[in-house]
Structure formats: structure tokens, C-alpha cells
């Protein structure tokens, strides 16, 4: 099991502090603008949170997962699109994490560990999102190139990002050891960026489809060798998964702290609605769901650290449960709040609408379910 250690409490106050005083203020106009936050970025960048997520000898700050979902938290309790910056970094760096080799460690890793580059996971196309493996991008190796084309959709922090984890078929009779990994600079020729989304949530975060037209990837850049990609994509959103699972508690727990604070203020048939024991019971399931979930998230980021891939199942039972209580928690928030809790001078709709798409990205709910039964009844 896991316990904080003093450096985690230490880095858990700092972060904190910096997302009042920094960030919280910024939260409201990046939404209402739908801009890419970059100030938020050298935020994190200026403050080491980047480098959080990577080892002490590639310039990282060697810290483990279970520290990157508290910075993470921490952020998404006052803005999900300022959280999203560093679980982006997470995502998109991680396949180069697992399956690089010395040199492609040493070339694309310490860049974004210094925040001078920005990374992006690029898996889901518009034919194959929940079906991965039934992608159509292909790869073809002619004279020490790979020639890559089809393209991606939904990807987050297209067109932000310097460096792309992408995955094409190499071998169409294969399955899904026929799908390939590559690192992607942004300046290979035929790299190229499509539609950019307008979303929901996450407003501030930018999402855009991929395009690959003749891409020419040099054959150095494949991550592993031909036909690790399913596994190297699978083994990332395993270790993945509990950062989302940390950003969907940080909305959960800033929207049950605001809401209770709401309560100790607003009057009603003469006095705080706090004295209504029918919210008072809401505030108390809340809170429950929010400190299971937390549990959970913490518990499978130190199991994935500690068991690998055989702790999969619970990775997928933090982020299902964590975002499902996000959605649940922003939703009773709202009602708290009243005709307020609809008003976007307010940051509560705000939580609600960014708590949604816990459940869709890296595996929606339904797929993490899947994961979760596959693993019983094996
Ligand atoms: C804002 C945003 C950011 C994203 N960022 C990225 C990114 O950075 N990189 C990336 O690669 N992708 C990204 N995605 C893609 C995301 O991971 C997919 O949207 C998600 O995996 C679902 O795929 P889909 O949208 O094609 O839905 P579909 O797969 O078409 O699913 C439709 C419905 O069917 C359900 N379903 C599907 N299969 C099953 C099953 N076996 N059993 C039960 N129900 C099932 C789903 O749960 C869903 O309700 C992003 C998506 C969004 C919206």
C-alpha cells in the first residue's frame, strides 16, 4: 500500500499554493476564450512540474507516478485544461519512456523535461477509437524511410506539440502485431495538421486531427521494433490511466469544496442552507466518493510502479471510478449551487463540463469496464 512520503506532502503544498494563487485566477478566461493556455505551460515549466514526469539523468525530477497524479490533482481542482498540460506531457512521452533506445531517450527526452518542447499521443483515428487496432494509417519502409499515411483525430495538443508518439500498420495480415510505433517531429515532411475541434470541455486545451501525406519518418525514429506498437500503446495508457484518474479527483474535490464553502454563506428561510440537513447528507456522499476515489487512484499509481502490467485491471477500476465520481460530484455541485451552479459567472458548470470527458478519453468507461471483466474472468 501506499503512504505519502514527506517530499510527496511537500510537493503537494507547493502545488497547492501555486494553483491559488496562479492558476485558479486564469481558469475562467480559458475557458470562456477556448485558447491554449501557453502561460499556464511555463507555469509548470518554470516551476519543475514537467519534470516530474521524467528520470533525474534525462534532466527530469525522477519523481514516481503516484507524485505525478498529485501535481495532477491539485491543478485539475482549479483548472482541468492547466492539469491537462502535464498529463499530456505524461501521455505523450510515455511510449518514448517504455520503448526507446538509448539514443532516442537522450535526443527527444530531455527537451521536454526542460519544457522546451511539448509532446502528443496520436492512437485514435476517426475508423478506430475504442476498436484501436482497426486503424488505417500505414507505414511502408522504402530506403532507410518509413512513408507513413492516413492520419489521426482527437488528439490532444495537436499542433501544440514539437513530438508525436504515433502508431501505423506495418503489417496488414498481423493483427495487432502489426501495428508500429514512431517518434514524429512536427517538421517531417508530409506531417501535417487538420481540423481543430471545438469542444465541450476542456475548452483550453487544444484538440486536432493528424495528418500524415507521405510522412517520411526516418527508420530510426520506429520506437521498439515493427510490431510493438499495440503493446507499447496498451502498456502506456496502463500507466496513464491513474493520472486521469488524479485529474477527475482534483475536479471532483474543487467542486466539493466549493460547493461547501457556497453553503456556509448562502442564506435561505433565514440562515445558512449548511443547516439543511438534505444537503448536508448530498455534501457527506460527495465527499465519500471523492476519498474512495483517491484511494483508488493513489493505490494504482503505486501498484503500476511496483507490478507492472498485471496491475492494469486496477488502473482501469481507478480512472472508470474516479471519473464517474467526477461526473456525479460536478453534477450534485451544480445543484447545490442553485440557479448560481448554472451560471458561468461561476466555476462550477465549468467542473461539469470538463468532469465529462474523464469518461471518454484514454478508454472510454465502458472500455476501462471491459478491461476490468477481461481481467476476472481470465
Ligand atoms: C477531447 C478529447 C481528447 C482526446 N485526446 C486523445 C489523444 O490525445 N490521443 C488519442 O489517441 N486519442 C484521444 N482521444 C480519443 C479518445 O480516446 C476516444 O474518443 C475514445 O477512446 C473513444 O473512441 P470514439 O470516440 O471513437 O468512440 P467509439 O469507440 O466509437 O465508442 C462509441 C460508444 O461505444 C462504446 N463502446 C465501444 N466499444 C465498446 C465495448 N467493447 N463495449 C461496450 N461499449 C463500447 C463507447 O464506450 C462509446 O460509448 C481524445 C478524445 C477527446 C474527445
Known amino acids: ?193 487538420g481540423k481543430i475541434e471545438h469542444k465541450m470541455g476542456i475548452r483550453g486545451s487544444q484538440t486536432c486531427e493528424l495528418v500524415f501525406d507521405d510522412m517520411e519518418v526516418p527508420e530510426e525514429n520506429l520506437l521498439g521494433k515493427e510490431g510493438d506498437g499495440f503493446k507499447i500503446a496498451m502498456q502506456t495508457l496502463d500507466r496513464t490511466r491513474p493520472s486521469i484518474g488524479a485529474q477527475a479527483v482534483g475536479i471532483a474535490a474543487g467542486a466539493l469544496e466549493y460547493a ?24 457527506a456522499d460527495m465527499a465519500i466518493q471523492v476519498e474512495a476515489a483517491r484511494h483508488l487512484v493513489y493505490h494504482s499509481a503505486h501498484m503500476i510502479e511496483t507490478v507492472g502490467r498485471e496491475a492494469s485491471a486496477v488502473s482501469a477500476m481507478a480512472k472508470c471510478f474516479a471519473a464517474d465520481t467526477a461526473m456525479k460530484v460536478t453534477v450534485d455541485a451544480v445543484q447545490i449551487l442553485g440557479g448560481y451552479g448554472y451560471m458561468v459567472e461561476y466555476p462550477l458548470e465549468r467542473m461539469m463540463r470538463d468532469a465529462k470527458i474523464t469518461q471518454i478519453y484514454e478508454g472510454t468507461n465502458q472500455v476501462q469496464r471491459v478491461v476490468i471483466a477481461r481481467h476476472l474472468l481470465a
Open 1 to 193: 500500500m501506499y503512504e505519502l512520503n514527506e517530499e510527496q506532502k511537500m510537493l503537494q503544498q507547493t502545488v497547492r499554493q501555486l494553483a491559488k494563487d496562479k492558476v485558479e485566477p486564469r481558469a475562467m478566461d480559458i475557458d470562456a476564450s477556448g485558447e491554449y493556455p501557453w502561460d499556464m505551460f511555463e507555469l509548470l515549466r518554470d516551476n519543475d512540474l514537467l519534470a516530474l514526469c521524467f528520470p533525474e539523468e534525462l534532466d527530469g525530477a525522477g519523481a514516481d507516478l503516484l507524485t505525478v497524479c498529485i501535481a495532477i490533482e491539485e491543478l485539475a481542482k482549479v483548472c482541468t485544461n492547466t492539469s491537462l498540460i502535464l498529463g499530456v506531457c505524461k501521455l505523450g512521452s510515455q511510449p518514448i519512456m517504455l520503448a526507446a533506445s538509448d539514443e532516442q531517450l537522450k535526443k527527444y527526452i530531455p527537451p521536454l523535461a526542460r519544457g522546451e518542447k511539448q509532446c502528443a499521443f496520436g492512437l485514435t483515428e476517426p475508423g478506430a477509437g475504442s476498436d484501436a487496432a482497426a486503424m488505417s494509417s500505414r507505414a511502408v519502409k522504402k530506403d532507410g524511410v518509413y512513408i507513413i499515411n492516413g492520419g489521426k483525430c482527437f488528439i490532444t495538443n495537436g499542433g501544440i506539440a514539437d513530438i508525436y508518439s504515433v502508431f501505423a500498420k506495418t503489417d496488414d495480415s498481423a493483427g495487432v502485431k502489426g501495428i508500429s510505433a514512431f517518434i514524429v517531429e512536427k517538421d517531417f515532411p508530409g506531417f501535417g495538421i
Open 260 to 283: 461547501a464553502a457556497y453553503m456556509k454563506e448562502r442564506v435561505q428561510f433565514g440562515g445558512p442552507i449548511a443547516r439543511l440537513q438534505g444537503l448536508q447528507f448530498m455534501l
